[in-house]
């Protein structure tokens, strides 16, 4: 017996399935010429004959169904090897670096990056939670969710969300200081702040939109520790809203009167727009992220 030429085998397996030429031929997109002339060389390869003719078409021999057997197992094997070689193709790997603000990172992003790093294994993400903006131009990270809308650059950009800033202070604090019933009463308050010098965005220089504070008792260029510094009861903090839990202890204050509004914006580099890694990750957070 010659070496077997072992693309016949499909040729074979299609003919053995129904015994018609035309059939079988219609299920590989070719003539039934073709098919027979395929079945003549692999008999001759093997040295035996596979089908015998009836008035229904063509029917096994013996030798026809042990080659059947043997061709199915080939069969399956190959296309278990193609599917977890296309697995391994398709499946998303990489690193994505996202650059976030301190807050909305911590509080909102990583959340949705942890759920995504589970779904897809072999991606791998470095998410920068910052008091700062990320420089994009830097390479500093792929995709950064910043304060403000570049006005330039060849950047991917889009709208994420609005969040609200509030007023809060702990019961400890509000207990022990003047009750606070108008903006007027804000002039008696303790406040806690940023560091003025190092803002990173002029969009985080909101608390001169509410009052003019005559003593701050705490600064920090971290919207954590101002957190912190608020339920140890240090102060009234403006704070985003999404980052206040109900067992952090603190309490709104004048929820009427006091609403700051700000915005999270979403950019890329436009080149990555080819990068399916990139992709994923700029869609999910899109997605889940938008409010």
């Not at 991606?123 to 131009?137: A, E, G, K, M, Q």
């Not at 609005?162 to 108008?182: F, T, V, W």
């Not at 603190?250 to 990555?272: A, V």
């Amino acid at each position: 017996m010659n070496s077997m030429n072992w693309d016949h085998l499909q040729y074979f397996l299609a003919l053995a399935k129904d015994g018609r030429l035309i059939v079988a031929a219609r299920s590989l997109g070719v003539n039934h010429t073709t098919v027979s002339r395929r079945i003549q060389a692999l008999e001759r390869e093997m040295g035996v004959q596979l089908f015998s003719r009836n008035n229904l078409g063509f029917e096994l021999t013996e030798a026809g169904m042990q080659l059947q057997n043997i061709a199915h197992k080939v069969e399956q094997q190959i296309n278990g090897i193609s599917k977890n070689i296309g697995s391994e193709n398709t499946e998303i790997s990489g690193t994505v670096r996202v650059g976030a603000t301190e807050g909305f990172g911590t509080f909102i992003v990583g959340p949705i990056l942890y759920e995504l790093s589970k779904k897809f294994p072999r991606l791998s993400i470095d998410l920068l939670s910052l008091p700062r903006i990320v420089n994009l131009s830097r390479r500093e990270a792929d995709i950064a969710i910043t304060l403000q809308r570049p006005t330039r650059g060849p950047y991917l950009v889009t709208k994420l969300r609005d969040y609200e800033l509030k007023l809060y202070a702990s019961n400890e604090y509000l207990a022990s200081n003047p009750a606070i019933l108008s903006r007027g009463d804000l002039d008696k308050q303790t406040f806690i702040s940023y560091v003025d010098d190092l803002l990173f965005s002029k969009e985080l220089s909101y608390l001169d939109e509410i009052c003019k504070p005559k003593q701050i008792s705490f600064r920090s260029t971290s919207i954590q520790s101002q957190l912190q510094a608020a339920r140890v009861g240090l102060g009234v903090a403006v704070l985003p809203s999404f980052m206040v839990q109900a067992q952090d202890g603190l309490q709104e204050i004048l929820p009427k009167d006091i609403r700051i509004i700000r915005s999270f914006w979403m950019m890329m580099p436009n080149e990555y727009k080819k990068v399916d890694r990139m992709n994923l990750v700029w869609d999910c957070l899109k997605k889940e992220a938008s409010g």
